[in-house]
C-alpha cells in the first residue's frame, strides 16, 4: 500500500461514523439513485439499474483528493 501512497485508516468494527470517506460516497449514492429515478419517472423496480448507473457516474467523477 506504501508504495501506492495508501494511507491504511483503521476504524472499530460496526462503527460506520468512523470512516466519513464511504459515508459520503453512500449519501451520494442513494440521493442520486433516487433522482436519477424520480427523473426518468421510473418505479422502485429499477432501483438496482439506477444504483448501477450512479455508481458508474461517481466512480468517474473528478475527486478533490486526488490529484489530475
Do not use: C
Given at each position: 500500500m506504501a508504495d501506492q501512497g495508501i494511507q491504511p485508516m483503521p476504524s472499530t468494527p460496526y462503527?460506520?461514523?468512523q470512516n466519513p470517506v464511504a459515508e459520503r460516497f453512500n449519501r451520494s449514492l442513494m440521493e442520486g439513485t433516487r433522482a436519477l429515478?424520480?427523473?426518468a419517472g421510473?418505479?422502485?423496480s429499477f432501483w438496482v439499474d439506477a444504483a448501477m448507473v450512479?455508481?458508474?457516474i461517481l466512480n468517474r467523477s473528478p475527486k478533490r483528493l486526488l490529484e489530475n
Amino acid at each position: 500500500m506504501a508504495d501506492q501512497g495508501i494511507q491504511p485508516m483503521p476504524s472499530t468494527p460496526y462503527t460506520p461514523e468512523q470512516n466519513p470517506v464511504a459515508e459520503r460516497f453512500n449519501r451520494s449514492l442513494m440521493e442520486g439513485t433516487r433522482a436519477l429515478l424520480e427523473h426518468a419517472g421510473l418505479p422502485l423496480s429499477f432501483w438496482v439499474d439506477a444504483a448501477m448507473v450512479m455508481v458508474f457516474i461517481l466512480n468517474r467523477s473528478p475527486k478533490r483528493l486526488l490529484e489530475n
